[in-house]
């Protein structure tokens, strides 16, 4: 496997483990929870699209931790950051024990990982979102609207007109942080299977759309089922319009050591080898994916 560097600020070597204790915890739409937890250090130095993983304290069934995808940073009235928060659907072993979770009880993360989203500095950024995928965008808007900053240097290099979130569920019920978008002034643009709430259809047709209507510059930032990314890179590239997709790439170790989550990237040569979602990734050029 030939090797592709890794962005210092992304290397595994530079997450941290804390002890964090559960501050919060929902539901928030059907089979969907919504669980904050007190981790200032994560929460400082995590970006928009990166990830951390979590067990929880005393259990060994599951052994391993999962991963989860930043929210919603909260800050304290002293502006810094103090929790974090993630979205979750309860179908397996860890995410129905996270669900019966009590407040207060402690869970250990480690992060952040990954490499997440560089700060957009476009006209028109354009979140394009189905099932669970819509969860690592609420900080890119934030961030893009100028409601939040993250990392060092990041605010002087991101500047966006106008943000639109094209989100796609089975039906209405379903549709998880719909108000905490709109709250931040993202301009919607909701699908469900069944017609309950929004138009039916693929969240791709409100991509096209968009693309059709304006030639200003814009990026694109994907995540979700496979297929309605890869649709979504196949419609940037005949618009020419850049795609990012963070991949959903199930991982066991998230630090890559285990190559379990590796994914089939396109080389310069015009090959392609395999990369580690968790540590090149999630967030790759949808250009490079062999999907």
């Known amino acids: 496997m030939s090797a592709q560097a890794v962005h210092a600020k992304y290397n595994p070597d530079r997450a941290v483990c804390e002890k964090a204790r559960v501050l919060a915890t929902s539901e928030v739409a059907r089979d969907t929870m919504r669980m904050e937890v007190a981790a200032p250090e994560i929460a400082k130095r995590i970006l928009p699209g990166q990830f951390f993983m979590i067990r ?65 500095d476009v006209e028109r950024l354009i979140l394009v979102a189905g099932g669970i995928g819509q969860t690592p965008f609420l900080s890119v808007a934030r961030e893009a609207l100028g409601k939040q900053s993250f990392g060092d240097d990041r605010a002087a290099k991101t500047r966006v007109g106008q943000t639109f979130l094209c989100y796609g569920a ?26 309950s709430r929004g138009a039916s259809g693929f969240v791709t047709e409100d991509l096209e759309a968009l693309l059709k209507e304006s030639s200003a510059p814009t990026l694109v930032y994907c995540c979700g089922p496979e297929a ?64």
Not at 176 to 195: C, K, M, P, S, W
Request: glycine share 10%; hydrophobic share 35%; with cysteine.
């Open 228 to 291: 309605m990314m890869h649709r979504t890179s196949e419609i940037c590239r005949s618009y020419g319009v850049p795609c990012r997709a963070s991949l959903e790439t199930p991982m066991a170790c998230g630090i890559g050591i285990c190559f379990t989550c590796v994914a089939r990237v396109k080389q310069d040569d015009g090959s392609w080898d395999w990369k580690r979602t968790c540590v090149e990734g999630p967030v790759f050029d949808a250009a490079t994916l062999v999907w």
């Open 170 to 195: 089975r039906s209405a019920d379903y549709l998880a942080g719909v108000e905490d978008f709109d709250a931040t002034g993202v301009d919607l643009r909701i699908r469900t299977n069944d017609g």
């Open 56 to 120: 929880v304290t005393g259990l060994v069934d599951p052994l391993i931790g999962r991963p989860f995808a930043l929210y919603e940073r909260i800050d304290g009235p002293d502006g810094q950051p103090q929790s974090l928060s993630f979205l979750y659907l309860v179908k397996g072993k860890m995410s129905r024990q996270l669900a019966r979770l009590p407040v207060g009880a402690e869970v250990e993360l480690w992060g952040p990982l990954g490499n997440g989203f560089d700060p957009p």
